[in-house]
T-cell receptor
Framework: DQQVKQNSPSLSVQEGRISILNCDYT??????FLWYKKYPAEGPTFLIS?????DKNEDGRFTVFLNKSAKHLSLHIVPSQPGDSAVYFC??????????FGPGTRLSVLP | DAGVIQSPRHEVTEMGQEVTLRCKPI?????LFWYRQTMMRGLELLIY????????DSGMPEDRFSAKMPNASFSTLKIQPSEPRDSAVYFC????????????????FGAGSRLTVL
């Protein structure tokens, strides 16, 4: 039973446009959320975080939105760049320590 | 800091052999995590340690898997005997134990060890 779901295995976006990656979770105890980016043959690298006391967190081109009542979060990348092409993982935790990861979404940004 | 260091990067072995994966966490990080990535199950947590003590090993698939952390700078994940279904990328990650402003304890991952069991 997947507690963290990323229902789109892949997404293609034109360079310069907005990329929106979605994540849904089932455990209402989750209060901490992270997004990671992963290039081939490398480990995941941290992008941005949000906790349930906020509904939005922004860092440069990356913004994460949290809708706790819907158990849904999304990552917006704008403008998208070819270097953003990677697999993106959503992760959630109830205690801020032990994170459950989603299956990932492969983003392709086309020049 | 060199980050989280894992070895070997690639391991090919035959079914029934013992496999040992190694991890050096970032100095000063109190938490160490072992994850496994497969196509079917994505990134799944196997075990994590706090101050060298195993906290949660409920993700360890079966008794063939064991993990140790003899000191703050070294951990091993051992599979004995290995089976073809153990083929995956194994990631080690560490975290400082003190949250960000968001309260989250951000994990830093190593580059992974790709295991192939024939």
């Amino acid at each position: 039973d997947q507690q963290v779901k990323q229902n789109s295995p892949s997404l293609s976006v034109q360079e310069g446009r907005i990329s929106i990656l979605n994540c849904d979770y089932t455990n209402s105890m989750f209060d901490y959320f992270l997004w990671y980016k992963k290039y081939p043959a490398e480990g995941p690298t941290f992008l941005i975080s949000i906790s349930s006391i906020k509904d939005k967190n922004e860092d440069g081109r990356f913004t994460v939105f949290l809708n706790k009542s819907a158990k849904h979060l999304s990552l917006h990348i704008v403008p998208s760049q070819p270097g953003d092409s990677a697999v993106y993982f959503c992760a959630a935790s109830a205690d801020g320590q032990n994170f459950v990861f989603g299956p990932g979404t492969r983003l392709s940004v086309l020049p | 800091d060199a980050g989280v260091i894992q070895s070997p990067r690639h391991e090919v072995t035959e079914m029934g052999q013992e496999v040992t994966l190694r991890c050096k966490p970032i100095s000063g990080h109190d938490y160490l995590f072992w994850y496994r990535q497969t196509m079917m199950r994505g990134l799944e947590l196997l075990i994590y340690f706090n101050n060298n003590v195993p906290i949660d090993d409920s993700g360890m698939p079966e008794d063939r898997f064991s993990a140790k952390m003899p000191n703050a700078s070294f951990s091993t994940l051992k599979i004995q005997p290995s089976e073809p279904r153990d083929s995956a990328v194994y990631f080690c990650a560490s975290s400082p134990g003190q949250g960000l402003g968001s309260g989250a304890n951000v994990l830093t991952f190593g580059a992974g060890s790709r295991l192939t069991v024939l």
